[in-house]
């Protein structure tokens, strides 16, 4: 099983017609990577904390019908956090939020994960607001002690974080040393500061660059180097495409004999594709395991 903690949000997306509406979606990076795995056949569970509210209960109709295991989410009464993403020409998307009193920020580290897990997934906004960020933060080290394969996708959402210092610090110096594969964008990277060098010395084995139209890129403690071209697509939007990474990644990841090394060139390939699927669609759209296979 792979497990994927973070949050769940609505993110309210602009729409043409009529101009200026905005179109209540699904979302939230943990949310989407979750919801990206079930759809490509992978045996996942979604850990996170969910309003009771009508948005919450749409968000695990979501989940249960791409076959996400939900005994790992807690319920709360405090609203769902709202997003509501801006998009530039090219589809690319910046975000504000409304988080204050949500439930997803008030997530509980839980007692245990199931026994058959082998991986888990961190990222973005449940990375930032307390006091949820500390219970994640405490779970990405103990599973990672026990051998998990952890991946951590900070895709950082500047809106959202007050001190951007401390924030790197605890990037460098407590996220990483548990983190085995990073995966950030280029827009991630620059904002993060450093370099591959410095975040590899820092405890993953593996760095995962997307860059956009132009592909992926890994970078290994072993000194490799591989690279994977995208693909030409007509973009909708590039909303969900790096939660469509990671969990296209962790899918081909997880498959190998423990203890392997990985295909590099097939997981990014594959990858790629998926996440130039989504981009294809509007919203956070991930693609199924069928439209994978061709």
Not at 188 to 193: P, S
Not at 224 to 252: K, P, Q, W
Request: with cysteine; proline share 9%; charged share 15%.
């Amino acid at each position: 099983m792979i497990v994927v903690g973070g949050e769940a949000l609505i993110d309210l997306v602009p729409t043409e017609h009529p101009a200026g509406a905005l179109l209540p979606r699904p979302g939230g990076g943990p949310y989407n990577t979750a919801l990206a795995l079930g759809r490509l056949g992978a045996d996942v569970a979604f850990c996170s904390r969910v309003s009771t509210d009508g948005f919450g209960e749409s968000l695990l109709s979501g989940l249960r019908a791409a076959g996400v295991d939900l005994s790992l989410v807690q319920r709360g009464p405090e609203p769902t956090t709202l997003a509501v993403p801006s998009l530039a020409p090219d589809g690319s998307a910046s975000y504000g939020f409304y988080v204050e009193g949500t439930a997803d920020r008030l997530f509980a580290l839980p007692p245990a994960l199931p026994e058959g897990a082998r991986a888990l997934a961190l990222g973005t906004c449940s990375l930032v607001l307390e006091p949820g960020a500390s219970a994640y933060e405490a779970l990405l080290r103990r599973e990672s002690r026990r051998g998990l394969l952890t991946l951590l996708d900070p895709n950082i959402r500047p809106a959202l974080i007050p001190d951007p210092a401390a924030y790197r610090a605890r990037f460098l110096t407590r996220l990483l040393p548990h983190t085995g594969v990073l995966k950030l964008s280029e827009e991630d990277a620059a904002w993060l500061g450093g370099g591959v060098g410095d975040w590899l010395a820092a405890g993953p084995s593996a760095v995962v660059l997307t860059r956009g139209a132009a592909g992926l890129t890994v970078w290994t403690r072993e000194g490799a180097e591989h690279s994977a071209s995208g693909r030409r697509i007509a973009v909708a939007d590039t909303i969900g495409a790096g939660d469509t990474v990671n969990a296209a990644l962790l899918h081909r990841l997880s498959a190998a004999p423990p203890g392997g090394p990985a295909d590099w060139p097939d997981v990014l390939a594959y990858a790629a594709h998926a996440a130039a699927l989504t981009c294809t669609r509007a919203g956070a759209e991930p693609p199924y395991a069928a439209e994978l296979s061709g």
